[in-house]
Each structure stands twice: as C-alpha cells, then as structure tokens.
C-alpha cells in the first residue's frame, strides 16, 4: 500500500440522531436500507468523493459499530477515518466531530448520514465553491410543492417559492471560519450554514441533488430501498402494474370534490384530506406499481400538513416521488361507482385535470350499481384505478 497524502478536506459524518420518526427501533443511521445501514451507504458516497479526512459521530455505545463499517467502506484508506460520540444535541456533535480534524486541515464539510445516497459530485461542488470563494456554501434544490403560511389549520396566506431553496448537505466551510463560527454561537441552529450566517458571514449555493434526500421517515427509508433495489435486465422495459382502490362518504362540511374538480350543490366527502375517492385511489395505484408504499405512507392521518389538501396536490407529489425514483407514470384507468354526482357531462373535464396533475393520461369511467351497496344506497363513493408505470434508469 502507497504512502495516503495527508488531506486538506475533512468530512464531518454526523449520525448521532435517535431517529425517533423512523420508528425503526435502533439509531437511524444503523437502520439497514438494504444489506448496508444507512450509516454505509453515506460513507461509501464519502469513500468516493474527495480525499479527505473523515469523522464520523455517533451515540455513545456504537462506535464499534461505526467503526466497522467505515473499515468496511474505506478499506485500505481506513486509517483516514476517526470515530467520535456526538452531543445530545445537532451543533454538539457537530463540536465533538471539529474537535477531532487533523492540523492540516483547511477546509470541512458537514454531512448528516441520514442524506445517504449523496452523490459524490455534490461533495466535489462544494469543496470547489469553498475553495473559490471562502464562503460557507450549501447545496441546495428549488421548491416544487406550493407553499401556504399557516395558524393551526388555518391558511393565512400563499408563500412566494420563487426565492426559497431547499438546504441540503454537505455544507461547507473554510475551517478557520468554521471554528470562529463555533466558538462565538449563542444559541443552537438547525444547520451549520445558519450557525455561520449568524456570525455575519456570507453563504453561497451550489446545486444539489434529487438522491440527496435526508431520510427521516419510514416513507423515506422506503423511497431509499426502492431506489437501491435491483433491476433484472431483462424485465426493466416492462410495465408496473398497481391497483388502487378508495371509499369515501358523503357528510363532508365542504363542497364535494371529486376526480380534481368541484360539484356545485352536492354533499362533500368526508376524509383527513378532500375526500376525493377518484384522486386517491389513483395515487395507491401508482404508488403501488412505483413499490412506494400507499396513500397512507406519504398522506396519512400523522401527516397534518395535508389536512383538507385537495387530492389534485397527492397527484403532483406522487408524480414527482415517482420521477424521484426514475420511474415514469405510463398510463391511469379509474372506474368511479356512485349515484351522484352525474359524472358524463364533465367526463372530459375531469380527465383533463388529471391528467394534467399526474403528467399521465388518465380515463375516467362511472358506473352506478343497480341500488346495491352503500354506492347504490347513495352514502359514498367508490373509486379503482389501475396504473402502468416504467423504469426509465
């Protein structure tokens, strides 16, 4: 084995978190996402990039875990790779992770493991920015979702989105201006770029990336194992077949809202969102073809932002969670069983608004069951749709 250069970058690796959201019984980052924890995932994409230094912080008990799987990801460069216990907060393990760089270290990145799947030229975007300009740099994605400003579950206003990113990690920082940043804070910032911001420094963006989520729910974690999942060759350019079925009753408070449109005069639905059975039964057929869970993963009763959501914005996230996935939605057949609303005359209507919010052909059929059930009885709607997706990658 050849002499290691001694590096000028470090990468501080924090996975101290509980992962209490993840519900998954154990640290986030030793969560396996496929036969690799998450923990692995994040150092093989260090292990990749750059050579530098790195420190990975974890709870007190699993250094040993930690340090196996860096020896297992960093191979014969292992001796680049430092263990520490972080703080019970964020900003302290990111201190116990500074307190350990080498001397000749000049410039640090920041990175949660819990974004494992971080491709490497994201690590290479931001050293480059540092370098250039000896500001703290973040990576960083545009909003796609619309935004309101709420009080409880009240919308008080629309948020413009055109000036808003989404901060992602690594973050980077020149390491003089780092430790300055450190040693003055006052307070505890959800970031590292916002800690050295305070601190009257600049801070630039670069651009991230789709894989560079942060994995914090159990709808993440499954969005990470469907990305890492193999793909038998010969089946990739067949379609994905997915059902999806959805009830709602009438008794709403609002108006009725049903295939993306709105009924004058008819008894809404009752549901946590709008009750549009004919919307919701297509996203579970989509995300179910796409092996990314159901409705209630992505939309479900713990998700209070969705509260009285119109389906057509569960129709613009699960399109984009599937192209996020590198998938792409072929086509959507819904049958609808009700006896109101009168759903012919505005058929085409509503196949429009669909399709436009899926970014798919979407055909709507509707069909009363001759007084059976409780469709036939008028107390609901019954919706099934059937969608084909593709792998595109």
Not at 36 to 55: E, I, K, M, T
Not at 271 to 278: I, M, N, Q, Y
Not at 291 to 320: K, M, N, S, W
Not at 333 to 343: G, I
Request: a negative charge; zero cysteines.
């Amino acid at each position: 084995m050849g002499i290691i250069p001694v590096p000028r970058v470090a990468v501080v690796v924090v996975a101290a978190g509980s992962g209490t959201r993840l519900s998954a019984g154990a640290p986030k980052a030793f969560v396996g996402i496929d036969d690799r924890s998450v923990l692995r995932h994040a150092l093989d994409g260090v292990a990749r990039a750059p050579l530098a230094q790195v420190v990975v912080v974890v709870p007190a008990g699993r250094e040993g875990d930690a340090r196996t799987e860096a020896d297992a990801a960093f191979g014969d460069r292992s001796e680049l790779v430092t263990v520490v216990v972080g703080g019970d907060t964020r900003q302290r393990s990111v201190a116990a992770g500074l307190r350990a760089l080498w001397a000749d270290v000049e410039t640090v990145l920041i990175h949660d493991a819990a974004r494992a799947l971080t491709p490497p030229a994201v690590f290479e975007r931001v050293i480059a920015e540092v370098e250039r300009t000896g500001a703290g740099v973040v990576p960083a994605r545009p909003v796609v979702d619309t935004l309101k400003r709420v009080a409880g579950a009240d919308v008080e206003a629309a948020v413009d989105r055109a000036p808003l990113v989404a901060a992602q990690t690594p973050q980077g920082f020149p390491r003089a201006l780092l430790d300055r940043a450190y040693a003055d804070a006052t307070a505890d910032y959800t970031d590292d770029t916002a800690l050295v911001a305070a601190s009257g420094h600049p801070i630039r963006t670069v651009d991230g990336d789709d894989l560079s989520f942060k994995i914090t729910t159990p709808a993440d974690l499954e969005r990470a194992r469907h990305l890492l999942r193999p793909i038998a060759p010969a089946a990739s350019a067949l379609p994905l077949v997915g059902i999806g079925t959805d009830v709602h009753a009438f008794g709403g408070d609002g108006p009725l809202r049903l295939a993306g449109l709105e009924w004058p005069r008819e008894t809404g639905l009752r549901g946590h969102s709008d009750g549009d059975a004919v919307a919701h039964a297509i996203v579970d057929a989509v995300l179910a073809a796409a092996g990314l869970g159901d409705i209630g993963t992505h939309f479900g009763v713990d998700r209070p932002e969705y509260a009285g959501a119109a389906g057509i914005v569960f129709l613009q996230r699960v399109r984009q969670l599937v192209a996020e996935a590198g998938l792409a939605i072929g086509n959507v057949s819904v049958q609808v069983q009700a006896n109101r609303p009168r759903f012919a005359p505005r058929r085409a209507e509503a196949e429009g608004v669909l399709t436009a919010a899926l970014g798919a052909p979407v055909s709507v059929a509707a069909t009363t069951t001759d007084g059976l059930g409780f469709t036939g009885a008028g107390e609901g709607v019954s919706a099934t749709a059937v969608a084909l997706v593709y792998r595109i990658r």
